[in-house]
């Protein structure tokens, strides 16, 4: 497969030893939400629901930058995106500014060729707010040929509004942040240690300007190929949204729970660090899911690589359990 994987063995907390006591019903155990009315959104048959009604919006007029049909979050994966739709008499290319009282203005130039039909997602406006947004239209030069401007109140975070700002502390680096957005991958409440289902991106100075709601679980990794975002809404489910916030793929694990990482691979697939929901152990696959068909397989079980180890751990849980450990947590492709 010309794949060439390499792991890094780290001896910490939990692994090997619980895996012969763990395993199917500490799946089970896990409470997924099957019942969360996220999961509908991430289905091939909302998104397409969706689809048809922008569709129907969009043949029923004529619409411009002066009068752009505006829908705030209609593919239902990003709280604060607004779908804009307009068209020019001449090929431009655009880009916005974001303003909202007290915080920093947002800035982005669109990607694409210049065109007459302009369809994107904005990103950038601050939750709970009445944001300001500019729309400029560039010519070849990146002048800007005219600028029509707009408010629309974003929605509350659906995490909770106290999540809208971090605090900034000034560091000792020199070094300025890139003009783009962190994520903060698997926030956990700390009273109960469950995880939230939201991924939350901030710009530099604090302010969140996206949020991405998850069925459940973490995301664990945003990766970018084939010119969608791909990230993990679940233990056992992977979704490619293209730019206009619109899921166009979902790769589901099959018997598979994930844990911890993925990344993409050299032959257009994603590499998994998986568990078997069936076996008696945990964390011990890594499995390969082909971005073109959806097929999954299994690359590795590392239960058979260590058979002669594995075969040593019938001990059950006791306090000891944290002094023996194997933990898998880092693979290249």
């Known amino acids: 497969m010309g794949i060439v994987l390499l792991l890094i063995i780290l001896v910490c907390a939990i692994g090997f030893a619980a895996w012969k006591t763990l395993g199917k019903g500490w799946f089970d155990d896990l409470e997924r939400l099957r019942d969360n009315p996220i999961a509908e959104i991430y289905t091939e048959s909302y998104q397409e629901d969706v689809q048809k009604e922008i569709d129907q919006l969009k043949a029923e007029r004529y619409y411009t930058p002066e009068d752009p ?35 920093a203005d947002f800035f982005r130039t669109l990607s694409g060729q210049a065109s007459s039909e302009h369809e994107h997602q904005l ?38 509004e106290e999540f809208t700002t971090l605090t900034v502390e000034e560091g000792t680096s020199t070094q300025q942040l890139g003009d783009t957005l962190y994520t903060m991958l698997g926030p956990q409440e700390k009273a109960t240690f469950t995880y939230q289902p939201y991924t939350i991106a901030y710009d530099a100075s604090g302010v969140a300007r ?11 990794r945003q990766v970018f190929a084939n010119g969608l975002m791909y ?12 730019s206009l916030g619109k899921m166009v793929q979902r790769l589901d694990l099959d018997h598979y729970s994930m844990h911890h990482d993925y990344n993409l691979g050299s032959e257009n697939d994603l590499l998994v660090l998986a568990s078997r929901d069936d ?23 590392l239960s058979e690589l260590f058979s002669d ?18 933990h898998w947590t880092q693979f290249e492709s």
Do not use: C, W
Request: glycine share 6%; proline share 4%.
């Open 69 to 103: 049909l505006l829908l705030v979050n209609p593919y239902g994966t990003n709280t604060t995106g607004l779908y804009i739709y307009f068209q020019t008499d001449e090929s431009v290319r655009v880009s916005y500014t974001i303003h909202a009282d007290g915080y």
């Open 123 to 160: 990103i950038g406006m601050v939750p709970s707010a009445l944001n300001t947004i500019t729309i400029n239209l560039l010519d070849d030069d990146g002048n800007i040929v005219t600028s029509h401007s707009f408010e629309q109140q974003a929605p509350a975070l659906l995490r909770g």
């Open 210 to 220: 996206m949020e991405l709601p998850l069925v459940e679980y973490r995301t664990e």
């Open 231 to 242: 990230y993990n809404i679940s233990y056992n489910t992977i979704v490619g949204v293209n």
């Open 279 to 301: 076996d008696t152990t945990v964390e011990d696959r890594i499995v390969r899911i082909d971005l073109a068909s959806g097929k999954v397989s299994e690359l590795v079980d």
């Open 309 to 326: 180890y594995v075969a040593q751990l019938n001990n059950p849980l006791d306090d000891n359990l944290l002094q023996r450990v194997i």
